[in-house]
T-cell receptor
Framework: AQSVTQLDSHVSVSEGTPVLLRCNYS??????LFWYVQHPNKGLQLLLK??????LVKGINGFEAEFKKSETSFHLTKPSAHMSDAAEYFC???????????FGTGTKLQVIP | DTGVSQNPRHKITKRGQNVTFRCDPI?????LYWYRQTLGQGPEFLTY????????KSRLLSDRFSAERPKGSFSTLEIQRTEQGDSAMYLC??????????FGPGTRLTVL
């Protein structure tokens, strides 16, 4: 079965420093993988997705993620954090039929001025 | 493409009352999903429609919950005899021909 594990429930960084949000997946094949962001009291917004075309995926707002099959990881990074990046981030993997998806437990990113 | 919309955005009700939420998906998206999200958790799948057919329901969807998508466009989620444990954010997502789900802003339900 496909599943994802987000290794950190909270990450705190200073503004202007790099961001690393970790996600490991479990799958019997190379899955599609997604990162979504949820700002307080807002819906989920797609940041980026991996669909096997390229292992390094660029998303919106300067985020990118690298699919590493050998490590079963899909970590989200950004070179320089901005205050507006403070939000909760979810790693997501499709599972089963009908493109159902499983969400990770989320990582709350705090950006310190 | 105006995105997925949900109404109301917030609902406060007393225990035992019935509530109904509405989701309007992106036009021509034939797949529609409902999720529930509680504080500190990721969204959990509730049910899925392809066009007007409800193809799957989670065990989370007790018999007090019912969802419809009568014409394959908008969908409603009704909760009867609400309980305090139903308090959560209810999210709707739609999907077209790609593997990407697009989410609405959610309806936050508070049961007093």
């Amino acid at each position: 079965a496909q599943s994802v594990t987000q290794l950190d429930s909270h990450v705190s960084v200073s503004e202007g420093t790099p961001v690393l949000l970790r996600c490991n997946y479990s799958s019997s094949y190379s899955p599609s993988l997604f990162w979504y962001v949820q700002h307080p009291n807002k819906g989920l917004q797609l940041l980026l997705k991996y669909t096997s075309a390229a292992t390094l995926v660029k998303g919106i707002n300067g985020f990118e993620a690298e699919f590493k099959k050998s490590e079963t990881s899909f970590h989200l990074t950004k070179p320089s954090a901005h205050m507006s990046d403070a939000a909760e981030y979810f790693c997501v993997v499709p599972r089963g039929g009908y493109q159902k998806v499983t969400f990770g437990t989320g990582t709350k990113l705090q950006v310190i001025p | 493409d105006t995105g997925v919309s949900q109404n109301p955005r917030h609902k406060i009700t007393k225990r035992g009352q019935n509530v109904t939420f509405r989701c309007d998906p992106i036009s021509e998206h034939n797949r529609l999903y409902w999720y529930r999200q509680t504080l500190g958790q990721g969204p959990e799948f509730l049910t899925y429609f392809q066009n007007e057919a409800q193809l799957e329901k989670s065990r989370l969807l007790s018999d007090r919950f019912s969802a419809e998508r009568p014409k394959g466009s908008f969908s409603t989620l009704e909760i009867q005899r609400t309980e305090q444990g139903d308090s959560a954010m209810y999210l709707c997502a739609s999907q077209g021909s790609t593997d990407t789900q697009y989410f609405g802003p959610g309806t936050r339900l508070t049961v007093l």
